[in-house]
């Protein structure tokens, strides 16, 4: 394997680790600012760095990358240009368990690719424990993403902010620091 493939996989597994825990904290209405950062800069740098490995012609990786690419746009945006103001907030909380379950999606691809005895349980993931981990995969991200759409909701004034530090009454100043 090379040191680029390394480099590549070890910013999967970071943005699939971070997202995690992103994705634990939405449904109390929370943006854990670093953990935040590091899954969705990793998991940008991921797409980005998948189309640096050659490629003759189009290829599912291609289409994958260009769609985590398409998702995370306006999650960057809805987090760093709008801070989370209105429908943004929702926009960011679909848009971030989406470009999760992407990242995801192609790591239980690359286990039954990768992993001699999921290589063995599926040879060419048309098999059902493929179908099976794709399919679980999907229903849990579903979940999440209902969910986390459900109960993220601006914090009441009082309350402690959303960033991990109180926010001031009636404002969005914890959010300017994105």
Known sequence: MSAFTVFHVLLSLVGILAGFVVAAALPASKVPRGWTAVFLWSTLATSVTGFLFPHRGFTPAIGFGIVSLVVLAPVFYALYGQKLAGHWRWIYVIGAVLAFYLNFFVLIVQSFLKVPALKALAPTQTEPP?????????????????????????????????????????????????
Request: aromatic share 10%; hydrophobic share 55%; net charge positive.
């Open 130 to 178: 493929f179908a099976i981990a794709q399919g679980l995969a999907f229903v849990v991200f579903l979940v999440i993403g209902i969910i986390a759409t459900v109960k993220f909701h601006p914090p009441p004034a009082s309350s402690a902010a959303t960033l991990g530090t109180a926010r001031p009454p009636d404002s969005t100043a914890s959010l300017k620091r994105f």
